[in-house]
């Protein structure tokens, strides 16, 4: 779909209330809020937000986020009400932005295409899987970073979906997914175990079925210089604790080890999710 004729004066006068939005004074904001809402009536409205969101590279990432964010709230409450038009234009323009220059843009447009995947299904958007996929091979590690934050919400919000999906999509994104754990990026690293990580409480086939190849490589990262990359390992051993203990009872030894030295961790968020493993290994008969 080609872009849609967008008028010129409207498209400033939305520009301009994103701005005023912005303003401190609480007044302006409230009244500000009420005008926007009122643009919900014009079904195009949505179709300049997302343009202000994708195409508008020189203006400010704040206005262009919170178009994002608006249009983000439009969807959750108004997304079946959408004219075809206008959901396949805010699908084109989402995957056309995914590998914004921009890393709060990149994210916005991922809460953007989660909330689309959730108000709507997979099913009514074939090509988003096998498109995000693509992006995890490009050297631009913009829009792999892009097509990874998205595909990390739609694991955290739609898993269900991903897991009983006709196509079986995990049986091709779990060992993705587990491919990029030595990244040489630390955002992708953290990313790729935060998706797999979705799947080890519900006990995903798909995960069940490289559960060696998901350890070996959980646990090279085990010393990771991201505070990120240990929290996501720490957070993986102990929901595998509770459903997969046996795999790591050979290696339960290091884990403690491991585990007593990560519970210091300079970073709180990293030292909090190795505490949890202590009152997890204590419910589990082995103890």
Not at 2 to 16: G, Y
Not at 38 to 57: E, R
Not at 83 to 89: E, F, G, K, L
Not at 225 to 234: A, F, G, I, N, Q
Request: proline content about 5%.
């Amino acid at each position: 779909m080609n872009c849609p004729p967008l008028q010129a004066d409207d498209l400033q006068q939305i520009l301009t209330l994103l701005r005023q939005s912005q303003s401190p004074d609480t007044q302006i904001q409230r009244q500000v809020q009420a005008r926007l809402e009122s643009l919900n009536q014009y079904p195009d409205f949505n179709k300049y937000l997302v343009y202000i969101l994708t195409k508008l590279l020189d203006e400010q990432e704040a206005t262009r986020s919170l178009s994002g964010l608006i249009l983000k709230n439009n969807a959750k409450s108004h997304y079946e009400k959408f004219p075809d038009d206008v959901r396949s234009y805010i699908k084109q323009e989402c995957l056309s932005a995914l590998g914004d220059r921009s890393p709060l843009i990149r994210a916005t447009v991922g809460i953007l295409i989660t909330t689309v995947v959730t108000k709507g299904s997979l099913e009514q958007w074939p090509s988003l899987l096998e498109h995000l996929y693509s992006c995890l091979d490009s050297v631009d590690i913009n829009l792999c970073e892009g097509a990874f934050g998205a595909l990390q919400k739609i694991c955290e919000d739609s898993a269900d979906q991903l897991e009983n999906a006709p196509s079986q999509p995990l049986n091709v994104l779990i060992p993705k997914f587990i491919q990029f754990f030595l990244h040489s990026h630390p955002k992708i690293r953290s990313h790729a175990i935060a998706c797999v990580n979705e799947f080890i409480t519900p006990r995903a086939n798909a995960l069940m079925a490289n559960i060696d190849l998901f350890l070996e490589n959980l646990f090279q990262l085990a010393n990771d210089t991201d505070s990120d990359v240990r929290k996501h390992v720490c957070r993986a051993l102990v929901m595998l604790v509770e459903v997969r203990i046996e795999r790591l009872i050979p290696h339960m030894q290091q884990i403690i080890e491991y585990m007593l030295l990560t519970s210091q961790d300079g970073d709180d968020a990293v030292a909090l999710e190795a505490c949890e493993f202590w009152l997890m290994i204590a419910d589990q008969p082995i103890c």
